[in-house]
């Protein structure tokens, strides 16, 4: 493949995360932030935030840390999981994020490689699949000699290492009037070479790694994103995406850039009602929201009864050749679809608008690869869904789309001062002031993945169009080279289907094997229903899996993908799971993508299994 470099007008970042918040603290009284506490929502106003970042930073060295000491965060998104991570940059230390999913193994891993002194933890408010976060970090404290204290937002201590968030702030107050000035003096001291935080990857491939990341990358993306213009100050954002992740730290850096009123969700399982009671104008999100969205409005709309279920029909298929026609390049149907849109598309469309707050102007994916159908879906309610690009290693933003020139199936330019291009190989490489300073303590990653030069290898495949628009085709360690030698991209195949309201999650599997299978779990909502129209009593989860009824519909479903794929890339047989991926069970990561070497690993009996006797051709 020819290579292709894009390289933007450059733009230098000035400052870091902590001098924005002084920034903006110089409109004291300005709303910064909303959230929840006890049944109600409350304003914070950005000089109330700046006053306990000051505290919490100052309570940190009473308590000893030092310059450059790792101070861990295990807590799900929330205001204060942002002050003390601010805090953390103001004492000069490194924050190291843990996802509020992680299992206790994984916590202890992530503080002994870090070598973390200091964890913040928000509750120990059980999960449906997991204890509270506090159980599970005590359970591994024996384990990791370097921890001193553990910090806690919320609930009663327990021990002598550790004391409550209250105390702390408590603490901080009085140091810090004692010396006031001393916040500034060591803001003005970061320097941006400095490390910030280590995020560790979500390891879908192997162990996860430790990403150093630092003050002038974060400055970097704040002003980057700004001058995009995917949000503004006037804006109120939905923020419910794990901070751990760099999706969601540049949500963070943008709004210390940009001053725009940061919405935080209660949790995910109450973001529907929290859009209702809050009514943001924009909203990033995994392309997993925007996947469930669409097939509940499927499902939904087709169910329906009589004229209105056969009008929703007659729509949905007018859209798959609008789908197709806008794929190929050629001019959808006109005058069908103008008539479904006023008759359908319409109705969907301010349903929508009610169950978003109905303010939603803009939506913002990232994190994995958008499905360009449901890409298209979205395209022709009216609504705007950016699509960026990045990696942990490159500060997350790498890519966007810009909202007046959005290119659907493209990730977008590269950001202003990005280069980004294209490897003989199809690899995408990347330079530029976003990337990573490399891997900690792992020397031959950060030599096998980053270039003298600066360049960085992502491990995605791609190309870039004349208009310097990124176009992501595959994950190149994903890439299936089938025993006949064909090269097959199994996230193409795996987003299809799951534009199926039946189907929940895919992992397509056949590297060195004659043919292509695949392990597939439902959605148990649909699952349902299709087994009670049959005049099936579904029992459990597990049960309804087992159903022949319902490996038929799914059959149908591979049967109609296989129709539109190369002979050699068709999925000949497949599973269904009795229980669905999730990331407390270890399949899934944090944005929701199928960690494909540990699902290989774990259910390689299974995938065994599909081969016996390799009989299909």
Same mark, same amino acid.
């Given at each position: 493949m020819r290579a292709e470099t894009q390289l933007a007008t450059s733009t230098t970042p000035v400052g870091n995360l902590v001098e924005l918040l002084l920034q903006r603290a110089q409109s004291p009284a300005k709303v910064a932030a909303s959230w929840k506490t006890e049944g109600r929502w409350e304003d914070v106003a950005w000089g109330g935030i700046l006053e306990d970042v000051k505290a919490l930073s100052a309570g940190l060295l009473a308590r000893g840390v030092k310059p450059g000491d790792r101070v861990a965060i295990f807590a799900d998104t929330s205001l204060r999981?942002?002050?003390?991570?601010?805090a953390i940059a103001a004492a000069r230390a490194i924050t190291v994020p843990i996802y509020a999913s992680n299992t206790p193994d994984e916590v202890r891993y992530i503080l002994n490689h870090s070598e973390a002194s200091f964890v913040f933890v928000d509750h120990d408010e059980k999960t449906p699949k997991q204890a509270g976060r506090a159980t599970r970090l005590r359970q591994k404290l024996a384990e990791c000699p370097g921890v001193r204290e553990v910090v806690l937002f919320e609930g009663p201590v327990s021990g002598n290492a550790e004391l409550t968030l209250a105390d702390l702030l408590a603490q901080g107050r009085q140091a810090h009037e004692a010396r006031p000035e001393s916040f500034e003096e060591r803001v003005r001291s970061v320097k941006m070479e400095d490390t910030c935080c280590?995020? !560790?990857?979500?390891?879908? +491939?192997?162990?996860?790694?430790?990403?150093?990341?630092?003050?002038?990358?974060?400055? !970097?993306? $704040?002003?980057g994103v700004k001058?995009?213009?995917?949000?503004?100050?006037?804006?109120?954002?939905?923020?419910?995406?794990?901070? $751990?992740?760099?999706?969601?730290?540049?949500?963070?850096?943008?709004?210390?850039s940009m001053g725009f009123r940061m919405v935080f969700a209660e949790n995910t399982d109450k973001l529907l009602a929290n859009l209702m009671e809050t009514?943001? +104008?924009?909203?990033? $999100?995994?392309? %997993?929201?925007?996947?469930?969205? *669409?097939?509940?409005?499927v499902t939904n709309g087709s169910s329906a009864p009589g004229l209105k279920g056969r009008l929703f029909r007659w729509a949905l298929s007018l859209f798959d050749e609008y789908v197709e026609a806008k794929t190929q390049g050629r001019e959808p149907p006109h005058v069908g679809l103008a008539l479904a849109r006023k008759l359908v598309f319409s109705k969907v469309r301010a349903t929508l608008d009610e169950k978003l707050g109905g303010n939603m102007r803009l939506f913002v994916s990232g994190g994995a690869p958008l499905s360009r159908k449901i890409a298209w879906f979205f395209d022709l309610l009216g609504y705007k869904v950016v699509e960026g690009y990045g990696l942990t290693e490159t500060s997350a933003a790498t890519c966007v789309n810009p909202p007046e020139k959005i290119k659907i199936g493209t990730v977008g330019p590269p950001l202003p001062g990005t280069e980004v291009k294209i490897a003989p190989d199809g690899e995408i490489l990347i330079r530029g002031p976003g990337v990573m300073k490399g891997y900690y303590k792992n020397d031959a990653a950060t030599e096998a993945d980053l270039e003298p030069d600066g360049w960085y290898h992502t491990g995605d495949i791609g190309e870039?169009?004349?208009?310097? *628009?990124?176009?992501? +085709?595959? %994950?190149?360690?994903?890439?299936i080279v089938t025993a006949g030698g064909k090269n097959v991209a199994p996230q193409n195949i795996e987003n299809t289907l799951k534009t199926f309201p039946?189907?929940?999650q895919a992992m397509v599997h056949g590297d060195k094997r004659k043919y292509l299978v695949a392990l597939i779990t439902?959605?148990?909502?649909?699952? %349902?229903?299709?087994?009670?129209?049959?005049?099936?009593?579904?029992?459990? !989860?597990?049960?309804?899996? %087992?159903?022949?009824?319902?490996?038929?519909?799914?059959q149908e479903i591979l049967d109609k993908v296989n129709t539109e794929l190369p002979s050699y890339s068709t999925l000949k047989r497949f599973v269904v799971m009795d229980s669905d991926f999730s990331q407390e069970t270890g399949e899934l990561t944090p944005s929701l993508k199928v960690k494909r070497k540990h699902v290989s690993l774990k259910f390689k009996a299974l995938l065994d299994g599909l081969y016996e006797g390799d009989s299909p051709d």
């Amino acid at each position: 493949m020819r290579a292709e470099t894009q390289l933007a007008t450059s733009t230098t970042p000035v400052g870091n995360l902590v001098e924005l918040l002084l920034q903006r603290a110089q409109s004291p009284a300005k709303v910064a932030a909303s959230w929840k506490t006890e049944g109600r929502w409350e304003d914070v106003a950005w000089g109330g935030i700046l006053e306990d970042v000051k505290a919490l930073s100052a309570g940190l060295l009473a308590r000893g840390v030092k310059p450059g000491d790792r101070v861990a965060i295990f807590a799900d998104t929330s205001l204060r999981w942002v002050m003390c991570d601010l805090a953390i940059a103001a004492a000069r230390a490194i924050t190291v994020p843990i996802y509020a999913s992680n299992t206790p193994d994984e916590v202890r891993y992530i503080l002994n490689h870090s070598e973390a002194s200091f964890v913040f933890v928000d509750h120990d408010e059980k999960t449906p699949k997991q204890a509270g976060r506090a159980t599970r970090l005590r359970q591994k404290l024996a384990e990791c000699p370097g921890v001193r204290e553990v910090v806690l937002f919320e609930g009663p201590v327990s021990g002598n290492a550790e004391l409550t968030l209250a105390d702390l702030l408590a603490q901080g107050r009085q140091a810090h009037e004692a010396r006031p000035e001393s916040f500034e003096e060591r803001v003005r001291s970061v320097k941006m070479e400095d490390t910030c935080c280590i995020i !560790y990857t979500s390891g879908t +491939t192997g162990d996860p790694k430790g990403v150093l990341l630092t003050h002038g990358n974060w400055a !970097y993306e $704040a002003n980057g994103v700004k001058g995009v213009g995917v949000m503004a100050p006037s804006d109120s954002v939905m923020m419910f995406l794990p901070l $751990a992740h760099s999706f969601g730290k540049v949500v963070m850096a943008a709004w210390l850039s940009m001053g725009f009123r940061m919405v935080f969700a209660e949790n995910t399982d109450k973001l529907l009602a929290n859009l209702m009671e809050t009514h943001p +104008t924009i909203l990033p $999100a995994v392309p %997993r929201v925007f996947e469930k969205v *669409y097939n509940g409005v499927v499902t939904n709309g087709s169910s329906a009864p009589g004229l209105k279920g056969r009008l929703f029909r007659w729509a949905l298929s007018l859209f798959d050749e609008y789908v197709e026609a806008k794929t190929q390049g050629r001019e959808p149907p006109h005058v069908g679809l103008a008539l479904a849109r006023k008759l359908v598309f319409s109705k969907v469309r301010a349903t929508l608008d009610e169950k978003l707050g109905g303010n939603m102007r803009l939506f913002v994916s990232g994190g994995a690869p958008l499905s360009r159908k449901i890409a298209w879906f979205f395209d022709l309610l009216g609504y705007k869904v950016v699509e960026g690009y990045g990696l942990t290693e490159t500060s997350a933003a790498t890519c966007v789309n810009p909202p007046e020139k959005i290119k659907i199936g493209t990730v977008g330019p590269p950001l202003p001062g990005t280069e980004v291009k294209i490897a003989p190989d199809g690899e995408i490489l990347i330079r530029g002031p976003g990337v990573m300073k490399g891997y900690y303590k792992n020397d031959a990653a950060t030599e096998a993945d980053l270039e003298p030069d600066g360049w960085y290898h992502t491990g995605d495949i791609g190309e870039v169009d004349a208009e310097g *628009y990124v176009r992501i +085709t595959d %994950r190149k360690k994903d890439i299936i080279v089938t025993a006949g030698g064909k090269n097959v991209a199994p996230q193409n195949i795996e987003n299809t289907l799951k534009t199926f309201p039946l189907i929940s999650q895919a992992m397509v599997h056949g590297d060195k094997r004659k043919y292509l299978v695949a392990l597939i779990t439902v959605a148990e909502e649909p699952a %349902r229903k299709l087994l009670t129209d049959k005049g099936v009593t579904p029992g459990s !989860y597990a049960e309804l899996c %087992r159903r022949p009824e319902l490996h038929a519909a799914v059959q149908e479903i591979l049967d109609k993908v296989n129709t539109e794929l190369p002979s050699y890339s068709t999925l000949k047989r497949f599973v269904v799971m009795d229980s669905d991926f999730s990331q407390e069970t270890g399949e899934l990561t944090p944005s929701l993508k199928v960690k494909r070497k540990h699902v290989s690993l774990k259910f390689k009996a299974l995938l065994d299994g599909l081969y016996e006797g390799d009989s299909p051709d």
